[in-house]
T-cell receptor
Framework: AQSVTQLGSHVSVSEGALVLLRCNYS??????LFWYVQYPNQGLQLLLK??????LVKGINGFEAEFKKSETSFHLTKPSAHMSDAAEYFC???????????FGQGTTLQVKP | GAGVSQSPSNKVTEKGKDVELRCDPI?????LYWYRQSLGQGLEFLIY????????KSGLPSDRFSAERTGGSVSTLTIQRTQQEDSAVYLC?????????????FGPGTRLLVL
């Protein structure tokens, strides 16, 4: 069965510091991988996704993620955090090719001034 | 263009009552998904529709939950005899097609509180 694990339900960084949000997945077939962001009282917004091809994926707002098959990981990074990055981040996988997304538990990112 | 819209934005109901939640997907999107977001369970898939195919209901938690999609557009999620554990945010998403890594666009959700 598919599953997604996000290490750390809360991550706190200083403004300008590196952001690293971890995501590991289990899948018996090469999956499609997604990172979504949810701002307070809003729906989910796609940050980036991996489908095929280049394993380093760039998304909106300066975020990027690298698909590492050998490590079954898809960690999200941003070189320099901004206050506006404070939100909840969800990693998701679709390995059934149906669009049915399996989500991780989410990581709340706090950015300190 | 317009995004995915959901109504109502908030719903408070009494235990045992039925509720209907509505989703208007992005025009032209053939796939529509329902998810539930709750404190204890995180984000869970409920059901999805793809075109005129039979819906995939594998995520529905009980037979009190049902959904339909009329004319390949608007969808209604119905919860019968609501229970307190049904309290959650119900999210709808649509995509151009299903699978293949297609991006799903989410609505703002309906926050359901069962008293």
């Amino acid at each position: 069965a598919q599953s997604v694990t996000q290490l750390g339900s809360h991550v706190s960084v200083s403004e300008g510091a590196l952001v690293l949000l971890r995501c590991n997945y289990s899948s018996s077939v090469p999956p499609y991988l997604f990172w979504y962001v949810q701002y307070p009282n809003q729906g989910l917004q796609l940050l980036l996704k991996y489908t095929t091809g280049a394993t380093l994926v760039k998304g909106i707002n300066g975020f990027e993620a690298e698909f590492k098959k050998s490590e079954t990981s898809f960690h999200l990074t941003k070189p320099s955090a901004h206050m506006s990055d404070a939100a909840e981040y969800f990693c998701a996988v679709d390995s059934s090719n149906t669009g049915k997304l399996i989500f991780g538990q989410g990581t709340t990112l706090q950015v300190k001034p | 263009g317009a995004g995915v819209s959901q109504s109502p934005s908030n719903k408070v109901t009494e235990k045992g009552k039925d509720v209907e939640l509505r989703c208007d997907p992005i025009s032209g999107h053939t796939a529509l998904y329902w998810y539930r977001q709750s404190l204890g369970q995180g984000l869970e898939f409920l059901i999805y529709f793809q075109g005129n195919s039979a819906p995939d209901k594998s995520g529905l938690p009980s037979d009190r939950f049902s959904a339909e999609r009329t004319g390949g557009s608007v969808s209604t999620l119905t919860i019968q005899r609501t229970q307190q554990e049904d309290s959650a945010v119900y999210l709808c998403a649509s995509s151009l097609t299903s699978g293949g890594g297609e991006t799903q666009y989410f609505g703002p959700g309906t926050r359901l509180l069962v008293l």
